[in-house]
């Protein structure tokens, strides 16, 4: 089973709102990753995790708060978020962080602010 | 820093037609190269990979080789279907810290008519 899942699909919040998204991946991945990806554009990368510490952020706002509660499972907190953040949110895990590690990615959430 | 290359899109076939999309790299070392292919709607599947120079990798009638001397990992495919019809990414592997993180080409939109 090669399977990440993403929830929610969709997510539309207003900027003061907080939500969350959330990942999981049973395939016994030791790394995890976030991306952000716009419009007709490559995933950009957000945070990696690696064996549930954060081991990449990429100068990420702070309304941006990621969580790794156990090895299966990856959180996104949401919190005064602006219209320009509205993307699809992707979700990936791989083996571990080495060179030739395959990521798999979830099938994102669109989420729109407004 | 490291970077990859695409050729612009879209790109527009007929059914059974030759598909090739150029990928080329800048990189120190000797990367990882992968090819993610994102269908409408959807996150990015892993195509096919290649750890070392002149490694082919290949899936579903797709191919790519990966090339030092030319610093190339060009797509291939002999007969493209309707199916086929998506974004394909290249990307590299490349160590940040203390993982690797895959760098991203912008994407090559492929569009095949019946």
């Known amino acids: ?58 100068s990420v706002p702070s309304r941006f708060s990621p969580e790794c509660p156990n090895s299966s499972l990856l959180n996104l907190h949401l919190h005064a978020l602006q219209p320009e953040d509205s993307a699809l949110y992707l979700c990936a895990s791989s083996q571990e962080t080495g060179l030739g590690d395959t990521q798999y990615f979830g099938p994102g959430t669109r989420l729109t602010v407004l | 820093g490291n970077s990859v290359t695409q050729m612009e899109g879209p790109v527009t076939l007929s059914e059974e037609a030759f ?70 990414f290249c990307a590299l592997s490349e160590w940040v810290d203390s993982s690797y993180k895959l760098i991203f080409g912008s994407g090559t939109r492929l569009l095949v008519r019946p």
Not at chain 1, 2 to 10: A, D, G, I, S
Not at chain 2, 20 to 44: D, H, K, R
Not at chain 2, 59 to 74: C, Q
């Open chain 2, 19 to 88: 598909l090739t999309i150029n990928c080329t790299y800048t990189a120190t070392g000797y990367p990882s190269l992968f090819w993610y292919v994102q269908y409408p709607g959807e996150g990015l599947q892993l195509l096919l990979k290649a750890t070392k120079a002149d490694d082919k990798g290949s899936n579903k009638g797709f191919e790519a080789t990966y090339r030092k001397e030319t610093t190339s990992f060009h797509l291939e495919k002999g007969s493209v279907q309707v199916s086929d019809s998506a974004v394909y």
């Open chain 1, 1 to 58: 089973d090669t399977e990440v899942t993403q929830t929610p699909k969709h997510l539309v919040m207003g900027m003061t709102n907080k939500k969350s998204l959330k990942c999981e991946q049973h395939m016994g991945h030791r790394a995890m990753y976030w991306y952000k990806q716009k419009a007709k554009k490559p995933p950009e990368l957000m945070f990696v995790y690696s064996y549930e510490k954060l081991s990449i952020n990429e």
